[in-house]
């Protein structure tokens, strides 16, 4: 799955040295990175910040009553969903989504 991370100090290292001797970049104005969930777990062990996954509707993982509370960032109806219970719902209205 990808995950969106932030990185709050994006301004004055917008960089993170990952496995394989790779480097991720965020976007220096918003802080913002769609990574692979590898990637995503070493950035946050190093100050960034997961926001959760990101993708299509299709994407989303399976809602499931052990995940209550978990984020996503579906971009088919671009909002965030969040898995409430078993059933993926709105941010907004907290209505199935």
């Given at each position: 799955?990808?995950?969106?991370?932030?990185?709050?100090?994006?301004?004055?290292?917008?960089?993170?040295?990952?496995?394989?001797?790779?480097?991720?970049t965020?976007?220096?104005?918003?802080?913002?990175?769609?990574?692979?969930?590898?990637?995503?777990?070493?950035?946050?062990?190093?100050?960034?910040?997961?926001?959760?996954?990101?993708?299509?509707?299709?994407?989303?993982?399976?809602?499931?009553p052990?995940?209550?509370?978990?984020?996503?960032?579906?971009?088919?109806?671009?909002?965030?969903?969040?898995?409430?219970?078993?059933?993926?719902?709105?941010?907004?209205?907290?209505?199935?989504?």
């Amino acid at each position: 799955m990808t995950t969106r991370i932030l990185n709050l100090h994006a301004a004055t290292r917008p960089s993170l040295g990952v496995a394989g001797g790779r480097t991720i970049t965020c976007d220096p104005a918003t802080g913002f990175l769609d990574a692979e969930d590898g990637d995503a777990l070493l950035a946050t062990a190093n100050g960034w910040v997961s926001l959760g996954g990101v993708g299509t509707s299709a994407q989303r993982p399976v809602a499931q009553p052990v995940n209550y509370g978990k984020r996503f960032l579906d971009s088919t109806v671009g909002e965030v969903v969040l898995d409430g219970q078993g059933v993926w719902r709105s941010t907004l209205t907290m209505l199935p989504a």
